[in-house]
């Protein structure tokens, strides 16, 4: 067989695959134990590469998350559209060190506008820069260090050259409610977990603008578009505005509430959020393009630039190069994804998509609470947050759930007490399926009281 022999059989059994939309959304007990088949020495000598795609598919393929499928409400995990889904492949193929324009023009341009279609799909400073990094986390990484580098460079210190020793303190204010990643971010950056200053939460887990530490200058105030749990949103009017008045740097954890400005219905949660100096979000949730494919986004093009600057002498790049907006040196042109969806969706399949994830979570809410499950947040975007009766039972039931198989969710802990969450992202899911879904958990209830 030749390498085109395996190609063509890794299309065509990525075509099947893509196909299996009943599939269970975990994969079964005899599938997982079957992974042990990938256990073996390296092998001694070449072997044949259409082979090796028939073993993957035939051990790795039955073993996946279907995430991709309308059935998966795990985490908050985003499926593929096919738009990007398709060209992502054909960027395979062009496989470019999309560093900057001189690696790949074509690459370079399309991640140009890539950028260009994020602003104007999120309604944001249209001359900020847009870094396609691998993750929120990546990206958000990037990001704070640049607020870190410009508060310094303000007061008068040079971070690049003399850092952090003798430097002025910079204060991070984060939410209660703060995602994990923002503090492994500031965790990384240096910044200490025990010098966070928390910011106290309302019930839906929005930081309350009365209870706001004060700020200044050299502060850091990091908000939220989308609470992992309950997928509030902070009161970005007020936040900002004292944030603005203290001369403090504002980054926003968007990864995927802030694809809620995408509508015209939903905009309003995120109001105010553009007044803030950066932001971040996931191309791989709501957006529904491929991992990882993740955006930071800079009002000023030059605090991110600066802070993430790689020109070598080898390789001069102008502020508008990828490899100075990200953390990345060499990196795939992961903004195509993001290109393909924003082109082909255009801006009232964009709106479609995103309202109706959220009226689909509503609609599960509701049949949630005709079972007599409690719903705790106010569903204002894709997450449903649900408690049952007492402890054991709320615990019990995301583990029933999984071990069932047909449908998935994960639980949580909501105000120290355990949660489970759902959360509607995949472009796949319809109405038929979230009923489905319901059913299935009534199904799984019933079985558990009659036990
Ligand atoms: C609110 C929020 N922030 C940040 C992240 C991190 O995103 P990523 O997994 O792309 O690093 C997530 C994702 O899971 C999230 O839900």
């Known amino acids: 067989m030749t390498n085109s022999d395996a190609m063509q059989r890794a299309d065509a059994l990525a075509e099947a ?44 393929s039955p073993a996946t998350v279907r995430n991709n499928s309308p059935h998966y409400f795990g985490f908050v995990i985003g ?41 104007e799909a999120l309604d944001l400073p249209r001359e900020a820069a847009v870094g396609f990094g691998t993750s929120a986390t990546a990206c958000g990484l990037a990001l704070l260090a640049a607020a870190r580098r410009h508060l310094l460079e303000r007061a008068g210190w040079d971070f690049d050259a003399d850092g952090l020793v003798g430097a002025p303190e910079i204060r991070v204010v984060v939410s209660e ?37 004060p700020l200044d200058d050299h502060t850091i105030l990091c908000l939220q578009a989308g609470e992992v749990n309950a997928g509030a949103f902070d009161p970005f009017v007020p936040l900002i505005a004292a944030a603005r ?11 995927f509430g802030l694809w809620a400005r995408a509508t015209s219905a939903l905009k309003p949660l995120t109001e105010g959020v553009e007044g803030a100096d950066s932001w971040t979000t996931d191309g791989h949730k709501m957006l529904n393009t491929p ?45 195509i ?39 705790l947040n106010e569903v204002a975007f894709n997450q449903v947050l649900c408690r049952l009766g007492d ?18 969710f994960g639980g949580t802990v909501w105000q120290g007490r355990p949660a489970f969450r759902i959360s509607v992202a995949s472009w796949a899911t319809e109405a038929a399926d979230v009923d489905r879904a319901v059913a299935i958990i009534g199904e799984v209830l019933r079985s558990k009281r009659h036990a």
């Open 391 to 408: 402890d054991a039972a709320t615990l019990a039931l995301p583990a029933a759930i999984q071990a069932d198989g047909r449908i998935w």
């Open 79 to 119: 499926a593929g559209l096919p738009a990007a889904m398709a060209a992502e492949r054909l960027a395979l193929a062009w496989n470019q060190c999309a560093s900057d324009w001189v690696n790949s023009p074509a690459a370079a341009a399309i991640e140009a506008q890539a950028g260009r279609y994020v602003l």
């Open 291 to 335: 991992y990882d494919g993740a955006m930071g986004i800079c009002r000023v093009r030059d605090h991110v630039a600066r802070a993430m600057d790689a020109s070598a002498v080898y390789a001069p790049a102008g502020a508008e190069a990828q490899k100075n907006l990200t953390l990345e040196f060499s990196r795939r042109a992961r903004g």
């Open 337 to 375: 994804a993001v290109w393909a969806a924003l082109h082909t969706l255009g801006r009232a399949g964009l709106d479609a998509l995103i309202s109706s994830r959220v009226a689909l979570a509503q609609r599960f809410a509701a049949g949630l609470r005709d079972l007599g499950v409690e719903v």
């Open 17 to 60: 695959y893509s196909g299996q939309r009943e599939a269970p959304a975990f994969p079964s007990k005899a599938a997982i134990d079957a992974l042990a088949g990938f256990q073996q020495p390296l092998p001694a000598a070449p072997s044949d590469p259409a082979e090796m795609i028939a073993l993957m598919d035939r051990l790795g």
């Open 177 to 213: 409610t703060v995602h994990i990643t923002v503090i492994k971010a500031l965790r990384l950056l240096g910044f200490g977990v025990r010098r966070l200053v928390r910011a106290a939460v309302d019930d839906q887990g929005r930081i309350d603008p009365a209870q706001l530490p």
């Open 245 to 255: 008045a203290a001369g403090a740097w504002v980054h926003v954890d968007g990864a």
